[in-house]
């Protein structure tokens, strides 16, 4: 059973068409990511899914309601955070929470909320007050208040340093683990490849492809490079008969492998039977963002 | 309900709009009360100004205040932070919220009312409004007229920067319409007959004529209702939520 269902998503604005044809599912308890450049239709889909737009076609089920037809339902199931909305500026963390919480007929116990979004510090500061990291932070929270099966998290660490983005994947990471269905909207593939399980990539309004985000990199050829100094030397035949090889280049010292599969084993253990260590043994796998480039022909960012 | 008490907290939090919706009408009133002489003369029609006159333009004053300037600079920052918009996902409707504006913007303006009466009678010995169920009805139905101007206005701000400019290019034109500095009584006569048209206008009359113990003029009341029901339905119709 899926918990997500969207066929044939179409959504039409007066100027444009944001989204042409976005069908995916998303499995219960898992991180679905929503991978594409800016302008891509992303959020519009997301949108429809939430019933905060009406689609003008397909069909939509999340967990068996229609976000035309049961609207109030639906937010009882479904969390969503919203990219860049704030709060009111002299709202207090803890008011905020009580507040959203209010609007729930079961909602999770808030104190219990911030302490697990690492706010509880926080619980007395103005929303103005808060840095970008810790809005993000309240944000979810605000998103998880009413105990949703699934949480919808636009563009959740845009805008934020590097540290306060790491937090906040931990964060997602450890919603996951209490059982919540997590649909992840980001333009950032280091986000995608490291939280999802599964993701959609979507250009202009369109599901490219979806797959995990190992599948994809495999579907980008797979290429990789294993580059790494030799402790001794060493005949390129010896790595050249290796089926997973595909060349092998010599720059100076360094060696550069070039292949697929199993690239990585399969070179150092042959080099041991030699009795060669590779030193500064570096991996270079092909990324999500190659993947996109194979797929579409434009880069993401 | 929590709405309710969480809005009007961070109504009170935002304390000096209050110098301007309570104590800016209530100062005038006892400063120039004080300081103008023929402010507290008898006038031809047996009331001075103190009585009837100067309350009812400080009442006007308030909930222009109110409905031109703080509530569409509240409305308006709430769409554009997306305040608005993070509660249309939850099960409470954004509606809720501005339901629960009217009502605090109401409240500020009866608190503010009730002031100047006090006040009035206190410092010379004014009445209170004599025909007070009328008055009651002239002051929550110009207080709902005006408060929809204020969501019209809210609607058609671009931006939360500029509702309060737009607030105050229709806010200053009601002002002298409703008799702020030309009574009405003085007004001339093409612009008394705009005056009648002006909501504002009407609205300032039959709050003197309640004041002084008569019932409001018919005319006035069905300017008033009308102006609520067209600004009320523009901003039905006009209100966006992002």
């Known amino acids: 059973m899926k918990i997500i269902e969207v066929r044939n998503l179409r959504k039409q604005y007066p100027k444009h068409l944001a989204v042409e044809d976005v069908s995916f599912e998303v499995a219960e308890s898992e991180i679905f990511g929503i991978l594409g450049p800016n302008g891509a239709g992303k959020t519009t889909a997301v949108e429809c899914v939430a019933g905060l737009r009406q689609r003008d076609g397909g069909t939509i089920r999340v967990a068996g309601l229609d976000p035309r037809e049961d609207r109030d339902e639906l937010r009882r199931v479904l969390g969503m955070q919203l990219q860049s909305a704030a709060m009111p500026d002299k709202i207090k963390v803890w008011e905020a929470m009580d507040l959203y919480a209010s609007f729930y007929p079961d909602p999770a116990d808030w104190r219990e909320l911030l302490e697990r979004v690492g706010l509880s510090a926080k619980r007395d500061a103005m929303f103005k007050d808060l840095s970008g990291g810790q809005r993000q932070r309240l944000s979810v929270a605000l998103a998880l208040v009413g105990r949703p099966r699934v949480a919808v998290l636009d563009e959740l660490t845009t805008g934020l340093d590097p540290q306060a983005r790491r937090d906040t994947w931990e964060l997602v990471e450890q919603v996951r683990e209490t059982g919540v269905t997590i649909v992840l909207v980001t333009h950032f593939m280091e986000e995608a490849e490291r939280l999802c399980d599964r993701l959609a990539l979507i250009d202009a309004g369109k599901v490219v492809a979806t797959d995990t985000p190992a599948g994809f990199i495999a579907q980008a050829g797979g290429e990789q490079r294993v580059r790494f100094r030799p402790s001794a030397r060493f005949d390129d035949a010896v790595l050249l008969a290796l089926p997973e090889v595909r060349t092998v280049t010599r720059n100076g010292e360094s060696v550069v492998v070039s292949g697929s599969g199993n690239l990585a084993p399969a070179v150092t253990l042959a080099l041991a039977h030699h009795q060669v260590v590779p030193g500064d043994l570096r991996i270079e796998q092909a990324t999500l963002d190659d993947a996109f480039l194979a797929l579409t022909g434009r880069k993401l960012s | ?242």
């Open chain 2, 1 to 242: 309900m929590k709405l309710l008490v969480m809005e009007a907290k961070l109504h009170l939090r935002d304390w000096p709009s209050l110098l301007f919706t309570i104590g800016l009408p209530v100062g005038l009133l006892i400063v120039l009360g004080v300081s103008i002489p023929s402010f507290t003369e008898v006038q031809d029609g047996g009331q001075r100004i103190v009585d009837t006159h100067m309350p009812s333009t400080m009442v006007l004053l308030a909930l222009l205040t109110l409905s031109c300037s703080v509530l569409p600079a509240v409305l308006a920052t709430y769409r554009q932070q997306g305040v608005l918009r993070r509660m249309s996902t939850t099960p409470v409707h954004p509606a809720r919220l501005l339901g629960v504006q009217l009502l605090i913007n109401l409240a500020v303006g009866t608190v503010s009312t009730v002031i100047l009466i006090l006040a009035g009678w206190l410092a010379f010995g004014s009445a209170p409004p004599q025909a007070w169920a009328w008055f009651i009805l002239v002051f929550l139905l110009g207080t709902a007229a005006l408060l929809a101007i204020g969501l019209v206005i809210a609607a058609l701000a671009p931006s939360a920067k500029s509702a309060p400019g737009i607030g105050s290019v229709v806010m200053f034109p009601l002002m002298f319409l409703g008799g702020m500095w030309v009574p009405r009584e003085i007004m001339p006569d093409p612009l008394r007959a705009i005056s009648d048209f002006s909501v504002a206008g009407p609205f300032t009359q039959a709050l003197k004529d309640t004041w002084a113990g008569q019932p409001p003029q018919l005319m006035h009341m069905v300017v008033v209702a009308a102006g609520l029901v067209l600004f009320g339905g523009l901003a039905v119709r006009s209100f966006r939520w992002e």
